[in-house]
T-cell receptor
Framework: GENVEQHPSTLSVQEGDSAVIKCTYS??????FPWYKQELGKGPQLIID?????GEKKDQRIAVTLNKTAKHFSLHITETQPEDSAVYFC???????????FGTGTSLTVIP | NAGVTQTPKFQVLKTGQSMTLQCAQD?????MSWYRQDPGMGLRLIHY???????DQGEVPNGYNVSRSTTEDFPLRLLSAAPSQTSVYFC???????????FGSGTRLTVV
């Protein structure tokens, strides 16, 4: 099956700086890559996603890039704010979208 | 619009007891899934359903049963609870056209 690795496991940045979280996947059949944000005591919330026919996608301060050849994708958060502090998960899914394989999460702390 | 509703939020079981975790969604989503979240391991798929009457196993199905008699409900049954099933359980749903899952707020289960 698919194996998704996520780095780093923890990340601290100063408010206003950028944060980058990286994930790699193993199954070349994976073609959908969502990112989820999980705040303490809550369920994961989809924040951005990308399909394998697109190299980059942006939504205001967040962006995701995908390198199919190298099988890795990254989440970029610019101008970080304290409310960005949370655990972020990447995931990969094949064409059916039935099974999602998640990374182990990155705990992001934005220091005011 | 309540989204995905999970009950109970917290539960303590004794080893060998059985229980059902409830999940209901009011978005008319065809796809529903159950995940467990353990520290350092991300989210792992237990069972999923692509529509009423259709279920399948995920990565870690042992010890769990599911059924999908209606579009709205997808209960998860623990037949004989074990300490290894201590975890946070999330139910999620999505439509057939949108791959991103909507997650519930979770059930924290402790088996003693």
């Amino acid at each position: 099956g698919e194996n998704v690795e996520q780095h780093p496991s923890t990340l601290s940045v100063q408010e206003g700086d950028s944060a980058v979280i990286k994930c790699t996947y193993s199954d070349s059949a994976s073609n959908y890559f969502p990112w989820y944000k999980q705040e303490l005591g809550k369920g994961p919330q989809l924040i951005i996603d990308i399909r394998s026919n697109v190299g980059e996608k942006k939504d205001q301060r967040i962006a995701v890039t995908l390198n199919k050849t190298a099988k890795h994708f990254s989440l970029h958060i610019t101008e970080t704010q304290p409310e960005d502090s949370a655990v972020y998960f990447c995931a990969a899914s094949s064409n059916t979208g039935n099974q999602f394989y998640f990374g182990t999460g990155t705990s992001l702390t934005v220091i005011p | 619009n309540a989204g995905v509703t999970q009950t109970p939020k917290f539960q303590v079981l004794k080893t060998g007891q059985s229980m059902t975790l409830q999940c209901a969604q009011d978005m008319n989503h065809e796809y529903m899934s159950w995940y467990r979240q353990d520290p350092g391991m991300g989210l792992r798929l237990i069972h999923y359903s692509v529509g009423a009457g259709i279920t399948d196993q995920g990565e870690v199905p042992n010890g769990y049963n599911v059924s999908r008699s209606t579009t709205e409900d997808f209960p998860l049954r623990l037949l004989s609870a074990a300490p290894s099933q201590t975890s946070v359980y999330f139910c999620a749903s999505r439509s057939g056209q949108v791959y991103g899952y909507t997650f519930g707020s979770g059930t924290r289960l402790t088996v003693v």
